[in-house]
């Protein structure tokens, strides 16, 4: 059974930093991309930052870049989100997700909460 289970959200203030994890089990973890998404209130769900099987290439949504790092530990079967200067339009439900044969597993979201 496939599981996803992120944590790490919680309230922030504006210019700081939270880290997000999501811990993986029931695939062979180090086969598939992973790709971390936030969903604003009233506003659909949209990806923040993708990761390679190896980590060795990312992807970042423009607003991010330069402030998230993604990351991952095919050991451990665990994937990362790094937030720092934070701004008030990081907030949201945050669910990391990744793709199996054409079906899509996401976690249960963990909720970033950013004010100044």
């Known amino acids: 059974q496939v599981q996803l289970v992120e944590s790490g959200g919680g309230l922030a203030q504006t210019g700081g930093s939270l880290t997000l994890s999501c811990a993986v089990s029931?695939?062979?973890?180090?086969?598939?991309?992973m790709g971390w998404y936030r969903q604003a209130p009233g506003k659909q769900r949209e990806l923040v930052a993708s990761?390679?099987?190896?980590?060795?290439?990312?992807d970042y949504a423009d607003p991010v870049k330069g402030r998230f790092t993604i990351s991952r530990d095919n050991d451990k079967n665990f994937v990362y989100l790094q937030k720092n200067s934070l701004k008030s339009e990081d907030t949201g439900a945050h669910y990391c997700?990744?793709?199996?044969?054409?079906?899509?597993?996401w976690g249960q979201g963990t909720q970033v909460t950013v004010s100044s």
């Open positions: 029931g695939i062979a973890f180090r086969l598939y991309s």
């Open positions: 997700k990744t793709r199996i044969i054409g079906h899509e597993y």
């Open positions: 990761i390679n099987t190896s980590g060795t290439d990312t």
